[in-house]
């Protein structure tokens, strides 16, 4: 096997040697294992190896000495191996847990500095209520008034800081400029004295760096003539904490908080101090901790003693860490001991007198941070349970009935843990207690816990009342150590009592809006979701005017962050309350004059709201467009950009209607594009780029030429997102009508290629998918063979995932447009450099296989001449030391089966499936699936009686596979075993089938549920083929195990097995199986005859009689079950007899069902439900309305009910039919109830 | 499991209810002849044989029929029964 086979008669010749070496291997082995007489035999040479035995012994001394000391050697050697492995786990130990993995992120830890800036936004207090019935503000709610003088005085402050900042920065620079400057003068004196008193070495004075510089040689200067290099901000670790403040408010600096609070002495509360603790000091290390610039509702205030809430996480890591190790090596108490210790044999002593325990309160303190004890500064440790977990540092409640508590929360339910009265506290207090228990039960409890504390809070939320609720619920969405599932159970909480508070969380809606609004960034799909959820929940309570009032500081924040959230958030409120409501405000907004970062927010809400909404802006498609369009007259480029993104969002979403709404902007978007740059110019083309698709075909093909210039220009640049935008614009150009293709041949197609099909574009997943899509596209417009032509000969290209990427655009390209005129040329060309690019791959994936695979499919008839070709590097393939090259060959041949019958090529199938057959041995699951499913595609399209290896070889092969546990096998064999049962039953004898029969009942575990029919279906066949008698004996004693999917695929089975041998042949031997009195046995029974009557359907007629007994003695057993499945079957022959005469069966069977209808078990009373709407069609309505009569006006109101609703059943079943049937009365009190039109005689 | 088939019980009833016609364990014996005799009409009016054999019936042409049998379902059966009169 050491060169591919090229011919037909080599791959003949390969197939042989391969089969004789298979023969040999067998034949060898046979008589390795015999030993002649003679020959001093192989011992244990293959447990052993044949090397590694000495035959003789030397007996040199010297050679003995040297082994000694080289087994020294080595292992000092070993245990220094070993040293080095502790070493190194030590080392490890100290930088990562090895638990990390596994460990339950926080949602803090996986989010963006972007998105971490939420913690820096304050929750802020509550607002006036001005749409209140009485509305005139209190003297200390805060009016829209004081929010925005407010905000504006925040935002001035932000700018002066940012200034303040710059100049520093500024000053630093130059101070380090000058000082290098001096030091540069310094170094050239230097050197000049070097140079003249050359011998003498000499130190200098100044300082380490200078010293360090001229110690190390005479190189130096140089290296200070080079521009310092100062750490630019956003550079990661070098930045200096100057660099750190250039990024907005990421540092909270004093300068940060709200001045207005100060002034009025109302913000600047009790939040604000810090808390004395000694955790206290490691807090304010950290900078941006939420619980710091956020009033926390509880927390602070009250002393809790670790305050570990206030910790970092690494912090609290390390403190949970030390405590775990504490309590594991607490001292044993004398309780322990007795346990531990015999209780005879030993004696207690007295302590000596003179005994002093050693008591360093300090580190006890230190170990254990809980408060009680911290602030007695000792304690002696008490015996219950309770109290040692809170000597040990882990928090506990005081009720007994909550769940646990994990430090990090300790701050937020503080209170909990302390035992008080509950009678004797305020009614606030106590409210805020109920608050907390049910939250806790919420974040932490059980799922029941949960479900009652939700259904709690939600029924109590007015009671309890807006601000108590939020006061807790809100500080404990900002908590760091915050997990999704946490917050989602929140989430919840907020959105269910949003819906009891309604308009009473008006003074709450910043509150609320600072919290939930970075929901709507969040990388997760379900937490936008909720979020959008409960902010138009919100919208809805509020109203619109509130909502407005609310957000409007927030859309001129200077903070770009803000500004984001805010717009996201406005897009939601106008997708609940309705773009025509909003409409006002967002003109009033885009128009803004003040600031342009009002007017860049007003737009980003238009764009965020086409986004959000898709093809629903469609009815305010052209006020949107009216109320942005300014924007690109704009003086800010930021706002520009934005006009242009918003009216792309707008297209977009409109496609492919409302052209006529972007007439105005089709010139400003036309000349901005002659006159941006770079980001500006990427927008403006992305706006243009789905604009044009809306247009009529002139109008399309005049503007793709107006902007095919600026994009052909554009098609150089280096950067990603302008080549992405391009090639996404050059895509919706030539998609549509206008744009012929000759013009795309003759303009594009070079530039495109020259620029875009290059290495570089492979490196990037985005590039290159939009790449592939861009090409596909255009080879629509201009044929396959010209873009084939184009691309085929970058196939022999070295670079493999640039290879990788040609080889995916040739697959699409084909499969969308076929390879009819693909001339005779092209096609050599690209069949060689596809087995080229196929042989060369050296990481296997499906992207060359599908290529491949397509390009054969594609190429058809026309593959013969290089079927040869293909066949041998399959062949070749098939043989590779790598397990993926092998199932990657193997499912190729999957792939051209059809192709190569089309081809009239069996000879080589014929090879193929031999060399298939050989590799049946594969070790790897993932490979022997393949090759199952090669040979299962060989025999789709050969046939049973032409295959080869022939059949009668093959099945018995597959038989031990069918014991593989591996899905991907189980799936292919049972397919392959099952077509063969099918199609060719006859060439295997029935002792074989009888065999497979077996190992298919362990199939029936598989939990994919197309392996468990693929089995069942087998079973019909294997019956078919060998009668049913073996196969049902076998099945029946299957309904004897515990397994219920077992018993239930068993049944299915059964009921196949009778479907395909026609009933009468099962019958007898089923219903004999019911006398079995075991209740699994004849459940199974039942279910068999329900599934066996669901298949037959009118067949059942003849049988009727025959199960009658069998199921009346069902209906009468105590079991349930028997009841239900028996009901079932009655469902399903009822409706299979309809009309064939059997309604005394009928009624007889009716008379057993109808006790039941008094049965609570869902699933009984579902069954017999069934049961009497089966028998309805089959006996008619009146028999089951005659029955029905007897109960409906019955005293007992159970009754009535029960049988309403077989009334109501029926009734809507045959509502016309009833009229003959119902009973006459006669008329009463004056009311005439006879139905005197059915008296009429002629 | 068992919670979301009660669900879909509770379900099947609630649609059943939505129909005129059906009942519940409430329904009266008045409401329940009311909605025999509207079905009735129905039917009659529905069935081209039923209709003619109304309408010979009745010496009435069959437009006419059919107007005097829409007339009857407003009140077939007379005023509804007050609840002393039905105990």
């Known amino acids: ?70 087994n020294f050697e080595r292992a000092s050697r070993s245990t220094g191996a070993v040293q080095r492995l502790v070493d190194s786990v030590r080392l490890q130990g100290e930088e990562q847990d090895p638990f990390a993995d596994s460990k339950k992120k926080t949602i803090r830890d996986r989010e963006s500095d972007y998105q971490l800036q939420r913690f820096n936004r304050m929750i802020s207090p509550e607002r006036a209520d001005p749409f209140a019935a009485d509305a005139t503000p209190r003297p200390h709610d805060r009016t829209y008034a004081d929010v925005m003088q407010d905000s504006m005085v925040e935002n001035e402050q932000k700018l002066v800081m940012r200034k303040i900042q710059q100049k520093q920065r500024e000053e630093e620079e130059k101070k380090k400029e000058e000082e290098q400057q001096q030091q540069q003068q310094q170094q050239q004196q230097q050197q000049q004295r070097q140079e003249a008193q050359k011998e003498q070495p000499q130190a200098t004075p100044d300082s380490g760096v200078t010293t360090a510089s001229t110690s190390s040689g005479t190189g130096m200067a140089s290296r200070w003539d080079a521009t310092p290099v100062r750490p630019e901000s956003g550079s990661g670790a070098g930045a200096s904490r100057w660099d750190d403040e250039g990024t907005p408010a990421r540092k909270k ?12 002495g109302r913000r600047r509360s009790r939040w604000d101090e810090t808390p004395k603790d000694a955790m206290g000091a490691a807090t304010a290390a950290t900078p941006n901790f939420a619980a710091m610039s956020t009033p926390m509702a509880m927390g602070m205030a009250t002393p809790t003693p670790g305050q570990m809430g206030a910790m970092t996480p690494d912090q609290r890591q390390r403190v949970r860490w030390e405590k775990d190790m504490d309590e594991r090596n607490r001292p044993l108490s004398d309780e322990d001991l007795d346990m531990m210790l015999p209780t005879e044999g030993f004696k207690i002593l007295e302590p000596p007198a003179s005994y002093q325990p050693i008591r360093t309160p300090s580190r006890r303190i230190y170990s254990t941070p809980t408060p009680m004890s911290g602030m007695a500064g000792f304690s002696i440790p008490l015996e219950d349970k309770a109290a040692k977990a809170s000597d040990l540092g882990l928090p506990t409640l005081a009720d007994e009935s909550l769940p646990s508590l994990k430090p990090e929360d300790e701050a937020h339910f503080a209170k909990l843990m302390q035992d008080v009265d509950e009678g004797q506290l305020d009614a606030d207090a106590r409210k805020e207690r109920a608050i907390m228990k049910l939250l806790l039960r919420i974040k932490n409890g059980t799922p029941p816990m949960r479900k009652t504390a939700l259904r709690q809070i939600t029924d109590k939320a007015r009671e309890f009342g807006p601000g108590p609720l939020f006061n807790q619920i809100l500080p404990l969405l900002m908590s760091p150590s915050l997990e999704d599932q946490e917050r989602h159970f929140l989430v919840k909480v907020i959105d269910r009592i949003l819906y009891k508070l309604d308009d009473l969380v008006r003074p709450y809606v910043h509150k609320i809006l600072v919290v939930i609004e970075p929901l709507l960034i969040d990388e997760d799909y379900y937490a936008r979701v909720e979020g959008r959820e409960i902010i138009s929940n919100l919208a809805k309570a509020a109203g619109l005017a509130s909502m407005i009032s609310v957000m409007r500081p927030d859309i001129d924040n200077v903070d770009e962050y803000v500004r984001n959230i805010t717009a996201r958030a406005f897009a939601v409120v106008a997708s609940a309350l309705g773009i025509p409501s909003l409409l006002p405000f967002l003109k009033a907004v885009c128009r803004s004059k003040k600031s342009w970062q009002a007017r860049h927010t007003g737009i980003k809400i238009v ?64 000349h901005g594009i002659s006159q941006q740059r770079s980001k500006a110019l990427a927008a403006f ?22 902007v095919m210039g600026v994009l052909i220009r554009e098609f150089q640049s280096p950067d990603d997102e302008m080549k992405k935008i391009v090639l996404k614009v050059v895509k919706q150009c030539c998609g549509t009508d206008g744009v012929d293709a000759a013009y795309i041949r003759d303009e594009i197609l070079p530039h495109f290629f020259k620029h875009f099909w290059n290495v570089r574009m492979s490196l990037d997943r985005r590039n290159y998918a939009q790449l592939v899509e861009t090409t596909v596209e255009l080879a629509n417009k201009v044929g396959a063979p ?197 199609r060719g039953p ?100 039942l279910k068999s005859l329900s599934f066996l009557f669901e298949y037959i359907g009118e067949m059942g007629k003849d049988y009727i009689y025959a199960v009658t007994p069998l199921l009346q003695d069902a209906l009468m057993d105590r079991d349930a079950v028997h009841r239900q499945t028996a009901c079932t079957a009655i469902k399903h022959m009822s409706l299979g007899v309809y009309g064939f005469g059997n309604e005394d069966a009928l009624t007889h069977l009716l008379n057993f069902v109808w006790p039941n209808i008094f049965e609570t078990s869902p699933h009984v009373i579902n069954a017999v439900m069934d049961a009497i709407g089966g028998l309805r069609v089959a006996l008619g309505p009146s028999r089951i309305l005659s029955y029905t009569l007897q109960g409906l006006f019955h005293p007992a109101r159970k009754v009535r009910q029960v049988y309403w609703k077989i009334y109501n059943t029926l009734y809507i079943g045959c509502q016309d039919a009833l009229v003959a049937y119902y009973p006459s009365f006669d008329d009463e009190n004056k009311r005439s109830y006879r139905r005197r039109e059915l008296e009429y005689v002629l | 499991m068992a919670e979301s088939r009660y669900n879909i019980h509770s379900q099947q009833e609630h649609l059943q209810s939505k129909y005129m016609g059906t009942g519940h364990a409430d329904t009266t014996k008045h409401e329940w002849v009311t909605n025999q005799h509207r079905d009735t009409y129905t039917s009659m009016i529905g069935h081209e044989g039923l209709m003619d054999y109304v309408s010979i019936a009745e010496n009435e042409s069959r437009e006419r029929t059919r107007f005097n049998l829409l007339q009857r379902m407003i009140s077939p059966c007379g005023p509804p029964v007050k609840k002393a009169d039905a105990e």
Not at chain 1, 609 to 636: F, S, T, Y
Not at chain 1, 685 to 706: H, S
Not at chain 1, 1009 to 1034: E, S
């Open chain 1, 607 to 670: 764009q965020q709201i086409a986004v959000l909404m898709g093809c629903a802006v469609l009815p305010h498609l052209r006020n949107l467009v009216k109320i942005v369009e300014h924007g690109l007259q704009d003086n800010e480029p930021k706002v520009k950009t934005i006009t242009a993104l918003a009216l792309a969002a707008l297209a977009e979403s409109a496609a492919p209607y409302g052209i006529e709404s972007f007439d105005q902007v089709l010139l400003p978007l036309y």
């Open chain 1, 986 to 1085: 006859e060439y295997v004898s029935p002792k074989e089938w009888m065999r497979i029969c077996f190992e298919l009942l362990e199939l029936l575990k598989a939990h994919k549920k197309a392996i468990r029919r693929a089995t069942v279906n087998t079973f019909g066949y294997i019956a078919k083929a060998i009668g049913p008698q073996d196969v049902l004996a076998t099945l029946l004693n299957n309904l004897k195990v515990q397994e219920r999917q077992l018993r239930v695929c068993t049944t299915v089975a059964i009921a196949i097995v009778a479907e395909t041998c026609s009933p009468f042949t099962v019958l007898p031997g089923l219903m004999n199986e019911y006398r079995v009195p075991e209740l699994n046995v004849q459940n199974g029974v």
């Open chain 1, 253 to 264: 600096s004093r300068w940060d908080q709200t001045p207005a609070a100060a002034g009025t």
């Open chain 1, 1 to 70: 096997m050491s060169s591919i086979a090229k011919t037909r008669d080599e791959i003949e010749d390969e197939v042989a040697r391969m089969q004789a070496s298979r023969a040999q291997a067998a034949q060898s082995a046979d008589n390795a294992n015999r030993v002649s007489m003679a020959s001093a035999g192989g011992y244990d040479g293959d447990v052993a190896g044949s090397q590694s035995f000495a035959t003789s012994i030397s007996t040199m001394d010297e050679d003995a000495d040297d082994d000694d000391a080289s």
């Open chain 1, 685 to 706: 083309l992305k706006a243009i780029g789905f604009i044009i698709p809306l247009m009529d075909p002139d109008a399309a093909n005049y503007y793709t030429r107006e």
């Open chain 1, 786 to 982: 010209e873009m084939v032509s184009r691309l085929v000969n970058d196939l022999n290209d070295e670079n493999e995932g640039y290879r990788k990427m040609v080889v995916d655009a040739i697959d699409k390209i084909l499969r969308n447009l076929g390879a009819a005129d693909i001339d005779k040329e092209l096609e050599r060309q690209l069949m060689e450099s596809m087995l080229f690019a196929f042989q060369e791959q050296t990481t296997e994936d499906d992207v060359l296989l599908n290529g491949f695979g397509s390009v054969v499919n594609a190429l058809g008839k026309r593959t013969r001449d290089y079927l040869p070709q293909i066949c041998g590097t399959i062949l070749w393939r098939l043989n590779n030391k790598s397990a993926k090259v092998r199932q990657q060959a193997a499912d190729l041949v999957s792939r051209i089966a059809v192709v190569m019958n089309d081809c009239g090529e069996i000879k080589l199938m014929n090879n193929l499936g031999v060399v298939l057959y050989e590799y049946l041995g594969e070790e790897y699951p993932e490979v022997l699936g393949s090759i199952l499913g090669a040979l299962k595609s060989l025999v789709n399209v050969i046939g049973m009686e032409r295959m080869q290896p022939p059949v009668k070889d093959l099945l018995p092969r597959l038989t031990p596979i069918l014991k593989n546990r591996h899905e991907k096998v189980q799936e292919n064999c049972i397919d392959l075993v099952g077509r063969i049962a099918d």
